[in-house]
């Protein structure tokens, strides 16, 4: 029989965060979830503290962009949310897995004109590959699952956890058990594809037949994870090489191609 885990809703998130193996997180925090705080620094998870949700956003697309691995950044409700909005679309664009936790209103409380609050979920949701509110304390490690996968997936992107403050506050018997991840999900992207061989073997054919081939490369590049392989091929044949600004550091910029 699996062990049962008396905690709040906060620390079941910040135990889930631990599964999923995440590192550096970037937030500013709020009332609404303070038991995730509290348990991310008894867990030793590297929370770091800015000054604005802004920057909590971008550094969170940096490091996602760096390391290969799901951003993570924290914000409370209201303009604490909104103003996510901006590194949030950046991201939804560029193709960057992060997960963006967000408190919440007090379900019992909400509109009846609270602090801060605001309708963030109809802002947020043009931004973000999804948005995932919580509402049932014991779906927490279920849903913070899903929004590592939803994020590090196909196209990789922004999700949106959504906890109300009832849930992060609440206490609840989980299951020792259900603190897991799939090793999958911890890193972008989650799951490889490859191009038939026929489409590789047309693609080599026009490059050898080309006279002046130039290679353009993207963001996909970083999320493949193949600037490497690409200075290698472009050095090997010589060809020149252009780049998007998402695909920036395809090629070393000072390199004579």
């Given at each position: 029989?699996?062990?049962?885990?008396?905690?709040?809703g906060g620390e079941a998130i910040a135990r889930m965060f631990a599964a999923h193996d995440v590192g550096l997180m970037f937030g500013m925090g709020g009332f609404q979830l303070l038991p995730f705080y509290d348990a991310a620094r008894r867990l030793k998870l590297n929370h770091n503290l800015i000054n604005d949700e802004r920057c909590a956003v971008f550094a969170a697309d940096a490091y996602t962009k760096v390391s290969g691995r799901p951003g993570v950044c924290d914000a409370t409700l209201g303009p604490g949310a909104t103003n996510l909005v901006t590194g949030l679309a950046e991201a939804f664009n560029a193709g960057t897995a992060l997960v963006a936790l967000v408190g919440d209103a007090h379900r019992m409380h909400a509109w009846k004109n609270m602090t801060q609050?605001?309708?963030?979920?109809?802002?947020?949701?043009?931004?973000v590959k999804d948005v995932l509110r919580v509402e049932m304390v014991d779906r927490i490690p279920e849903l913070v699952r899903r929004a590592f996968a939803v994020a590090t997936s196909g196209r990789p992107g922004p999700v949106v956890l959504d906890v109300p403050e009832d849930i992060a506050h609440a206490v609840h018997a989980f299951d020792a058990d259900d603190f897991y991840s799939s090793p999958n999900y911890r890193r972008s992207p989650a799951l490889r594809c490859r191009p038939s061989a026929e489409d590789v073997a047309q693609a080599a054919s026009m490059l050898a037949g080309a006279a002046r081939p130039l290679m353009l490369c993207g963001g996909g590049v970083h999320i493949s994870d193949a600037a490497e392989t690409v200075q290698a091929f472009a050095c090997k044949f010589g060809i020149p090489v252009a780049h998007t600004m998402s695909g920036k550091g395809a090629i070393a910029c000072n390199d004579p191609l």
């Open positions: 029989m699996s062990e049962k885990l008396e905690i709040t609050e605001a309708r963030q979920l109809e802002v947020l949701r043009p931004v």
